[in-house]
Nanobody
Framework: QVQLVESGGGLVQAGGSLRLSCVASGRTFSNYVMGWFRQAPGKDREFVAG????????SYADSVKGRFTISRDNSKNTVSLQMNSLKPEDTAVYYCACSMYSGVRTASAAYDYWGQGTQVTVSS
């Protein structure tokens, strides 16, 4: 079992920044691919960013490329998502997830464990 706890969400004006963090406990964190997903009201959960266990491979949704940066610190069992130039359409609940697949996957079905989510609201 892996437990994931997100933090860092909040209310920010358009153009602002937030940094989300996710702390993992349980099994060896460094063995997992980590990902961030988000779900806006009335919409399906969507992939935002993912990072391989050595942080060599990173993947981003087209909608966040150039604005969001994913990183991880295996010594602290933490994965982070730096979000800059936020837009109202980034408003959603953001979820941290981990996957035992060897590569970064964008499908939510590829992820085995999920956090409880943290709300991000961007005002216009």
């Amino acid at each position: 079992q892996v437990q994931l706890v997100e933090s860092g969400g909040g209310l920010v004006q358009a153009g602002g920044s937030l940094r989300l963090s996710c702390v993992a406990s349980g099994r060896t964190f460094s063995n997992y691919v980590m990902g961030w997903f988000r779900q806006a009201p009335g919409k399906d959960r969507e992939f935002v960013a993912g990072i391989s266990w050595r942080a060599i491979d990173k993947s981003y949704a087209d909608s966040v490329k150039g604005r969001f940066t994913i990183s991880r610190d295996n010594s602290k069992n933490t994965v982070s998502l730096q979000m800059n130039s936020l837009k109202p359409e980034d408003t959603a609940v953001y979820y941290c997830a981990c996957s035992m697949y060897s590569g970064v996957r964008t499908a939510s079905a590829a992820y085995d464990y999920w956090g409880q989510g943290t709300q991000v609201t961007v005002s216009s």
